[in-house]
């Protein structure tokens, strides 16, 4: 199986195909432009793989380039061949080369920014702090520019010397920037900038633009005829004798809808011929021709005047006036290009401090207008506040992109034990790059390329405090960060990022803490890094004797007296495998990994020691409600398996928090449980009611192992077959 996994191209195919459809069916051309791109990188993944040149699972997947060059990786951890810090020369080192008059290649940069003249730009560039690196490499030489100015030649040419055989090939220049000093306790989602793209790229909403056509141009119209029909329409027949004027009157109407329908062509409605306006409008056609009327000219002219009433009457007035200020709001398009337009006076590569000045009401003919709540929150991406201001706020809504934001505060962080200012933005620059590298697939327990393994980084790390008051700060960003991924997502699995993210803090801190990672079933070998055993056995130094304990079956004492073999525990609790496929079956081992490590939980608890702010029994409470909220998605769902396994991760948790409080809280949060659970949806209360009978079982001092008792269940995420909640 192993050797199928590892050389099985079908996930990297499939995905090719996937691009390939979206890049010739999709209506929208930038997104096929984007699709035909991810093409192209999984050609190359499938082509790499047949052809021996990609090692996939490996950390060194791409033949000839050592592991700390950032490889070009795509979903699913795939390394493309590609390196990060290659391909054609950007603009900037274009511009660069130009300026110094030497060839646009990037041997050549290298070699100029070895000299008296390049040297001197790189210190510029360090002094003044507007660099920016996109990947690690870019930060390179800017290194090399330091330690020689700091007067370690040797240090410097180890860099070089390692740097020397991809001079040719990749990057190694940063890239101008506005440099700025930053508030390490400070983020944000996205750049004014960005926020500003994304406002000016929106399109007009079809369909609200045909609306406003309608009301604005067509309904007036209808009426215009209506109104000309009435002079001549009595009692169900046309008059003999025409007003004066009525068929010049009716002829230049005529001719105002032909030039109307050339100019507007959004709303179709005019032309169907059982509308009341095409009836009218073909009625005077044929009477100015000289022939009779359709027979429905009668009934469409009494219908109208039987809906609103006939023009010029109160209540035909007060329709009218409000679809017409309907019509004249201004749309979401041009809102957003009013904003996008306020955005463009600020610095494009940063945050805001505040909102406020782009969310203002905008005035249109005389009168403000506020902005919808959709604009509203993609302008407040912008926004540049602590990580739980914006966890507050709802910008952060998810662990997910809590973790997007963490290469920003664990970098910030870990350069705050470099003493001299230039190295410390450096090295900021450096870390952010690393953080937000992609992570590679990977087999045999190999794990991801280290930040300190960069050559550029282990040469200044002799020049780091390693001193308390770095690891004091180290640690309080440490704690912070934890209460706010518990606080502000109770019920969600700690996310990979994140927990790299806690890992390098826990370091640089000092705290020896093994965090885990979440496995993918449909790649699990069958085994487990030694750090999950000391997981499991710091969990049982907090949860030995607790609730958790006996809901979940565990017994501790023999979890902390292993040597070794915590696979070997984790098939053994799986049980019977024997129905399930083979991701179903890795899944199952894995899910009881999880349980036993409680997948990073009591590692926050002991040796990080996070408080939350509303106690463990709010989180118990708000992750049960995490809970329900994943299984009311399980009704008519097609593939329901997703929730199922959310489901179960939010319910260990709220097990979890429920653990750590005192008896009295514990009989009280699980009443509130059912209670809460009492007003869910019939689907959801026959699923979970279960559930909470066997928490209340183990609560009074029952097992889930001695027979099951009556209604009552353990709740897992994994089963062989089709699992009991479906």
């Not at 300026?99 to 070699?111: D, V």
């Not at 469409?300 to 007060?318: E, I, N």
């Not at 705050?416 to 450096?426: F, H, I, T």
Request: aromatic content about 6%; glycine content about 8%; proline content about 6%.
């Amino acid at each position: 199986m192993d050797e199928e996994v590892r050389a099985n191209p079908g996930y990297a195919a499939g995905q090719m195909a996937k691009a390939l459809v979206t890049a010739l069916t999709h209506e929208d051309d930038e997104t096929r432009r984007l699709a035909e791109q991810r093409l192209d990188r999984w050609e190359r993944v499938v082509a790499g793989m047949k052809d021996g040149s990609l090692a996939i699972g490996s950390r060194t997947p791409v033949a000839g380039l050592p592991a700390w060059v950032t490889p070009e990786v795509v979903r699913g951890g795939f390394a493309t061949g590609d390196a990060a810090a290659g391909g054609p020369l950007q603009e900037y080192e274009a511009e660069t080369a130009r300026r110094a008059g030497i060839p646009a290649e990037r041997h050549a940069l290298f070699a100029h920014h070895l000299t008296d003249a390049g040297l001197r730009e790189l210190n510029e560039l360090l002094d003044g702090g507007r660099f920016e690196a996109a990947v690690p490499e870019e930060a390179a030489l800017l290194v090399v520019a330091w330690l020689l100015r700091a007067g370690d030649r040797v240090a410097a040419l180890d860099v070089l010397e390692a740097l020397g055989p991809f001079a040719a090939r990749l990057r190694f220049l940063p890239r101008p920037g506005r440099g700025r000093p930053g508030d390490p306790t400070l983020a944000c989602r996205e750049t004014a900038g960005g926020v500003r793209r994304r406002l000016a790229a929106r399109r007009p909403n079809t369909a609200v633009a045909t609306m406003n056509e309608a009301l604005s141009v067509w309904n007036p119209f209808a009426d215009e005829l209506l109104e000309h029909w009435l002079e001549t329409v009595r009692d169900g027949r046309v008059l003999a004798a025409e007003p004066d004027g009525w068929r010049e009157r009716g002829a230049a109407l005529l001719d105002r809808y032909a030039e109307l329908a050339r100019k507007h062509t959004l709303c179709g409605k005019h032309r169907k011929p059982k509308e009341n306006l095409a009836i009218l409008r073909k009625s005077l056609e044929e009477v100015l021709a000289g022939r009779r009327p359709p027979g429905l000219l009668q009934h469409a002219v009494d219908s109208m005047v039987a809906k609103r009433g006939a023009p010029g009457t109160a209540g035909h007035t007060a329709v009218r006036e409000q679809q017409a200020a309907d019509a004249a709001r201004p749309t979401h398009h041009v809102l957003a290009q009013v904003v996008a337009e306020r955005l463009g006076s600020v610095p494009q590569d940063d945050g805001v401090p505040s909102t406020d000045p782009f969310l203002a009401p905008v005035a249109v003919d005389g009168r403000e207008v506020e902005l919808p709540e959709r604009l509203r929150h993609v302008v407040e991406n912008a926004l540049r506040a602590p990580v739980s201001t914006l966890v507050e706020r709802g910008i952060v809504p998810s662990a997910e992109v809590l973790a997007e934001l963490v290469p920003q505060l664990v970098a910030s962080t870990t350069a705050l034990s470099y003493p001299d200012p230039a190295l410390r933005r450096l090295m900021t620059a450096v870390s952010t790059a690393f953080r937000n590298r992609r992570s590679l697939l990977l087999f045999n327990l190999e794990h991801q390329v280290r930040l300190d393994e960069l050559p550029w980084v282990a040469a200044v790390a002799k020049y780091r405090r390693a001193d308390e008051a770095a690891q004091a700060d180290a640690r309080t960003v440490l704690v912070q960060l934890a209460e706010l991924t518990l606080d502000g997502f109770p019920g969600t699995i700690v996310p990979n990022p994140m927990v790299s993210a806690l890992g390098a803090l826990a370091e640089r801190a000092g705290v020896r803490v093994p965090f885990v990672e979440e496995l993918a079933a449909d790649i699990f070998m069958g085994t487990f890094s030694p750090k999950f055993l000391r997981a499991a056995q710091l969990a049982g130094e907090v949860l030995e004797g607790s609730l958790y304990e006996r809901y979940y079956g565990i017994d501790y004492a023999a979890v902390r007296a292993l040597k070794d073999g915590f696979a070997d525990i984790c098939k053994d609790r799986a049980g019977d495998r024997a129905g399930a496929s083979w991701v179903a079956a890795n899944g199952m081992v894995i899910e009881q990994a999880q349980i036993l490590t409680t997948h990073n939980l009591a590692a926050l608890v002991h040796p990080v020691a996070v408080d939350p702010a509303e106690g463990w029994g709010d989180l118990a409470r708000r992750a049960f409600g995490v809970a329900c909220l994943q299984v009311q998605q399980m009704e008519g769902n097609p593939r329901p398996l997703r929730a199922v396994k959310d489901a179960a991760y939010a319910w260990r948790q709220a097990v979890f928090f429920l653990a750590l409080c005192g008896v009295k809280e514990q009989v009280a949060v699980v009443a509130w449980m059912q209670d809460e659970l009492d007003r869910q949806p019939s689907h959801v209360v026959r699923r979970l009611d279960p559930v909470l009978a066997g928490l209340r079982h183990v609560l009074t001092g029952g097992s889930l192992d001695a027979g099951t008792p009556p209604q009552g269940r353990r709740f897992l995420g994994w089963h062989a077959g089709g699992h009991w909640m479906l």
